[in-house]
């Protein structure tokens, strides 16, 4: 009987702990929805280093109708050419596991029709996740960290990029309540980078 009942304790507390440790991860996936969503400058560190462009950067949720994911839409340009961006991406946040998170990236159709549509995300409502193209081995899988704060990469070499004769490219990313910094960078067949900061990531400040 003292058997039996041992048995079912150990049973109902890792129960327990399975079901508060879903529920934190789900809080945690809301608050890097959260802190990934707004609008994103790095004119701070470009006046300190002229080595990094001014760039702004905006994301914005999308379809928040579908309940059981999290969709970002997301523009990059120079401070000097908003209105010609030259990265526009969707990204599917979710969890990753027990402990982990990722986000998923995708190309959309004829992107120069949605330049802008972060001031208006309910234009996607025309757009499909079934019309998207993803970009396979481009995924960025996040970690929380003991201080807090999100921080995570690419992995492997499975994210092509054909860009200044690169054969694939990289991401590391961290990520805060204010800050999101980036460190993109792409890498020709002999593992020699070819584009992208090289001094560290980009450090976009939440406006």
Known sequence: MRIAVLILVIFNLAGTQAFGQKKTSG?????????????FSSKAQSV?????????????????????????????ATAAAEN???????????????????SIVYTLPEPEKWV????????????KPKDLTLRDGCT?????????????????????????GAKYAGSKVTITAKMLSS????????????????KGGYEFVKM
């Not at 809080?27 to 609008?39: A, F, I, R, S």
């Not at 994301?59 to 997301?74: A, E, F, Q, T």
């Not at 929380?144 to 499975?158: P, S």
């Not at 460190?183 to 090289?198: H, I, R, S």
């Open 48 to 76: 300190r280093d002229s080595d990094f462009f001014d760039i702004r950067l905006h994301i914005r949720p999308i379809w928040k109708s579908d309940k059981s994911n999290h969709w970002l839409y997301v523009e990059q």
């Open 27 to 39: 809080k945690e996936l809301k608050l890097l929805v959260k802190w990934m969503t707004g609008d």
């Open 84 to 102: 010609k961006p030259y990265r526009q991406r969707i990204y599917k946040v979710e969890k990753d596991g027990d402990q982990g998170y990722k």
């Open 183 to 198: 460190w993109d960078q792409g890498f020709n067949e002999k593992g020699e980078q070819v584009w992208g900061a090289t």
């Open 140 to 164: 960025v899988y996040l970690q929380r960290t003991k201080e807090g704060t999100f921080t995570g990469a690419t992995k492997g070499q499975g994210c092509e990029s054909t860009i200044r």
């Open 116 to 127: 802008g549509s972060y001031k208006n995300p309910a234009v996607f409502n025309t757009l």
